[in-house]
């Protein structure tokens, strides 16, 4: 799927993500694009669709945020931009939460591709100008 958007259809493209992971059974979608692209946003309104009761908040700093939804399932939300290489990644046990079967959201996926499995759901975003986005949702 391919489309422009903008960022007051937020909630309706979190859906679409949502259907998508639900058709193609992947647990775990990469969020690529530049700063500012809207990632967290999109994160943020897929977890708020799907009932988290937690405050969703970019991991930065903790590189792993756990949320928990009201019917108590866990969402793992990881922000991989301050890893130095993909041993960091590796020490943190990353392959462990992507083979857990729990919806995985990541951002800033590229250090980690060689540890994401094959049927990884691919979202990209581009900036149009400050309210529009372009999407691009890559199915394995």
């Given at each position: 799927?391919?489309?422009?958007?903008?960022?007051?259809?937020?909630?309706?493209?979190?859906?679409?993500?949502?259907?998508?992971?639900?058709q193609t059974g992947s647990p775990?979608?990469?969020?690529?694009?530049?700063?500012?692209?809207?990632?967290?946003?999109?994160?943020?309104?897929?977890?708020?669709?799907?009932?988290?009761?937690?405050?969703?908040?970019?991991?930065?700093?903790?590189?792993?945020?756990?949320?928990?939804?009201?019917?108590?399932?866990?969402?793992?939300?990881?922000?991989?931009?301050r890893l130095n290489n993909i041993?960091?990644?590796?020490?943190?046990?990353?392959?462990?939460?992507?083979?857990?079967?729990?919806?995985?959201?990541?951002?800033?996926?590229?250090?980690?591709?060689?540890?994401?499995?094959?049927?990884?759901?691919?979202?990209?975003?581009?900036?149009?100008?400050?309210?529009?986005?372009?999407?691009?949702?890559?199915?394995?």
């Amino acid at each position: 799927m391919e489309k422009s958007f903008s960022l007051n259809q937020i909630e309706q493209i979190a859906d679409e993500i949502i259907q998508t992971i639900k058709q193609t059974g992947s647990p775990i979608v990469a969020f690529y694009g530049k700063m500012g692209s809207g990632k967290t946003t999109l994160i943020k309104a897929i977890c708020t669709r799907l009932g988290v009761v937690d405050i969703v908040q970019s991991p930065t700093f903790a590189i792993i945020n756990q949320y928990m939804t009201e019917s108590g399932l866990s969402i793992y939300h990881f922000d991989f931009y301050r890893l130095n290489n993909i041993d960091d990644a590796i020490n943190l046990g990353v392959e462990d939460y992507f083979y857990s079967g729990d919806l995985c959201l990541i951002e800033w996926p590229e250090i980690v591709e060689p540890l994401l499995p094959s049927n990884t759901l691919r979202v990209k975003l581009q900036i149009i100008d400050h309210t529009h986005r372009k999407i691009v949702i890559n199915a394995a």
